[in-house]
T-cell receptor, first 113, second 112 residues
């Protein structure tokens, strides 16, 4: 059974640019959550999508957005990049029900110069 | 607000030296408590889910236990390959949100 995949794995951008990250959950999983991980803040929740609808949202500015497609694949977009956006961006898939266990992908390492 | 505190922040052990990691939590009704292992530069790997006080789960050298206020991850006779950051997360039963709150993790290094 294939695991959660994220592309690209590494990305270098400059301030002011925008970036799109992609995540494909395990087959059959309908929920996709996105997290930002930094040494200073740990794992912080960005948003969750379930059946193409945003179901939950964390406390991040509107520059961070996402969407989910009918095949459960999800994309996250960050516009007008800032230096502080440098982080490991993780997505996690799950069944989306009340006993959900989240299965994480390997992450995308974003560096903003 | 849900809170998760993990201790110690870092732990160094000799191979074979058993120890425990702590995860203290405050949540308005616990739906589930999760333990993950994260290797450098990789995503967290799921280890256990605990749902109610008194529950215990084991996997190889790891054993997770749960009380009403905290969870312990016991590591018996650790090996160098157990070196990783161990993350704890709680999922609240109220509010309709299934999003877990993560602790900052315990960085474990096992020396041969």
């Amino acid at each position: 059974k294939a695991g959660v995949t994220q592309t690209p794995r590494y990305l270098i951008k400059t301030r002011g640019q925008q970036v799109t990250l992609s995540c494909s959950p395990i087959s059959g999983h309908r929920s996709v959550s996105w997290y930002q991980q930094t040494p200073g803040q740990g794992l912080q929740f960005l948003f969750e999508y379930f059946s193409e609808t945003q179901r939950n949202k964390g406390n991040f500015p509107g520059r961070f957005s996402g969407r989910q497609f009918s095949n459960s694949r999800s994309e996250m977009n960050v516009s007008t990049l800032e230096l502080g956006d440098s982080a490991l961006y993780l997505c996690a898939g799950g069944a989306g029900d009340s006993t959900d266990t989240q299965y994480f992908g390997p992450g995308t390492r974003l560096t903003v110069l | 607000e849900d809170q998760v505190t993990q201790s110690p922040e870092a732990l160094r052990l000799q191979e074979g030296e058993s120890s425990s990691l702590n995860c203290s939590y405050t949540v308005s009704g616990l739906r589930g408590l999760f333990w993950y292992r994260q290797d450098p530069g990789k995503g967290p790997e799921f280890l256990f889910t605990l749902y109610s006080a008194g529950e215990e789960k084991e996997k190889e050298r790891l054993k997770a236990t749960l009380t009403k206020k905290e969870s312990f991850l016991h590591i018996t006779a650790p090996k160098p390959e157990d070196s990783a950051t161990y993350l704890c997360a709680v999922q609240a039963a109220s509010g309709g949100s299934y999003i877990p709150t993560f602790g900052r993790g315990t960085s474990l290094i096992v020396h041969p």
